[in-house]
């Protein structure tokens, strides 16, 4: 019931798909790389499934495929980015380069991006910069989905944050990616597709009442993780995001939204850090003994951990793609 | 069973008490202010029920009741405190005068500090930070009390983090501070004295096996809060604190401890940045927006409503001390 391909396949028609309907090239290498990465690490929920829904907003004009960000040098730690609806993945790549070259100079920069489209995985974001040796943060906000904690009405997007960290003996950085809400909005997506339950806890239905029925909550709204905590993290990034950047909340990317289907007008930030001008030499050392302590405790384990597994797997043996997508992403990319 | 006295009482108590061991003014002045802004704001974990506690460091020798900060301007946007072991709200008052400079002028500037006493509330560090404008973080560690998730032996601190963000129409910032540990140990320690059970899922027994007895949790291991997520919170609050100042980790924390029943030698850091340069003059009021729709929805609250009130409450009222403890700080304070 699936395919299976490589990644430079998974590549290729995405980037096939996007120029089809008239994306540039900077925006559809960028996106394509991203949805790549996401299937690379096993991330299902980001990957070609997000494809249809990338094409669905250059066809309704949400997105614009031919916009470049606007790039502001906004003070010697600061880069602002407006990102003229074009797709996220560009926002980030473009604006990267700069926010490293100030965190190396300054020890520590910031990035925020407004008016980029987004429902992508956000470790790929910052997993370059800890490759550079940074420390980074990355938030993001989503169209307004998650209620607060004690609330019934969605205010908060599902406003994941990801966090990175250079390791030791060539290791790929440690890196953890995860939704404020307690169930990613993607995963939601997939179960009610293919008819499982939700996580309990995940949200409420349309009647304000808790349920694990995935359609239901889709219809309702989602619940933050670990209650008040995940509540004040959830709001934490809202405000590290829509209000930050001095773009959209997730309530207001909400009402910007025109149901097609696609990604919705989004805020993002970052910050990167230099961990050898404060910690000194020693720091990949230190960070390695920690996790050896954590590795060696029962099932304790990195995050990540999975993600590089199948990363290591993928690059061998390729992806599977479930058959009926695989039949929509050939027809985007004209192979129909 | 308690006696009622004055913010003003509180604070000339502690300051006697850590005078009468020969802590140098500043530091009795910072830490005396700590407890009582704790007290002020209801968190009677963290007021005069650690001042016992921060005595006895002296006595054992483990605090430096003389020490002032080695204060470092690492680059244009870092600044790395060695606290050459002095209680820590006076690292944290030394250094956040430099801290605040350069986020105004590099837009965003970090602060770690290490070698620092500390088990004391959060918020009061970083609300000075938004009270002038910054949106603001800081993480700390303490000693080893949590297992990670899937685990179960103490590696990180309770490692909470705060965040705070100015608001709009003169309002108090809007702050949180929480445990990255399900529940704080202050709490656990006050349920275990007064015999109350602890929330399910604070932790395990010295048997590895989850209990609801404090006194149980206090001899095994914490949880984090909100499963793998709040574990991966936990992790990133270690890295923050332990990892980027190149001092103590958890465990490290933990293997240095002398038993006195003080405060351990941790760590932490801090994050501020300057709103109006990245989100333009707009930024209060539309953070207000927010806040505003977040306060019509329900039981729904903002994080630290509750500590604004006691705080308005206890300036006219005073606090309450319960009787056993108001006789052991007048006795440490010389009035017994």
């Known amino acids: 019931m699936s395919a299976t391909i490589s990644l430079e396949e998974c590549r290729a028609l995405a980037f096939e798909a996007f120029s089809n309907v008239g994306v540039c090239r900077p925006q559809a290498e960028e996106t394509a790389d991203h949805i790549t990465r996401a299937e690379a690490d096993g991330c299902k929920s980001h990957g070609l499934f997000r494809l249809p829904g990338f ?45 490293a070259a100030k965190a190396r100079s300054q020890g520590i920069a910031c990035m925020t991006i407004r008016n980029s489209l987004n429902f992508s995985a956000l470790w790929p974001d910052i997993e370059p910069l800890a490759e550079q040796g940074f420390v980074a943060f990355t938030f993001i906000n989503s169209q307004s989905f998650v ?79 670990g209650g008040y905590k995940g509540s004040a993290i959830a709001l934490m990034v809202d405000l590290m995001t829509g209000g930050l950047s001095g773009g959209f909340f997730g309530y207001e990317s909400r009402a910007a939204y025109n149901d097609d289907g696609g990604p919705a007008n989004t805020c993002q930030s970052f910050i990167a ?64």
């Open 147 to 225: 209620a607060p904690a004690g609330g019934t009405k969605a205010l908060f997007g599902t406003n994941p944050m990801a966090f990175a960290c250079p390791r030791g003996d060539g290791k790929a950085p440690m890196a953890f990616d995860q939704a404020s809400a307690a169930t990613a909005r993607g995963e939601l997506q997939i179960a009610a597709r293919d008819g499982h339950e939700a996580p309990p806890g995940s949200g409420l239905g349309p009647d304000g009442q808790p349920t694990i029925d995935p359609s239901e909550i889709l219809k309702g709204v989602q619940l933050p993780f």
């Open 55 to 99: 094409i669905a907003s250059v066809r309704s004009g949400s997105a614009d495929p031919q916009a470049e960000p606007d790039i502001v040098d906004a003070a010697p730690g600061l880069v602002a980015i407006d990102g003229r609806r074009c797709f996220a993945p560009l926002s980030v790549a473009r604006g990267r380069v700069l926010l």
């Open 273 to 336: 850090i230099d961990p050898l001008r404060l910690a000194g030499p020693g720091f990949r050392a230190h960070v390695e003994a920690l996790f050896e302590r954590l590795l060696a405790d029962g099932d304790a384990r990195l995050p990540g951990d999975r993600r590089l597994a199948n990363r290591a797997r993928t690059a061998e043996e390729g992806i599977t793609v479930e058959d009926r997508l695989y039949a929509t992403v050939r027809e985007l990319a004209g192979r129909g």
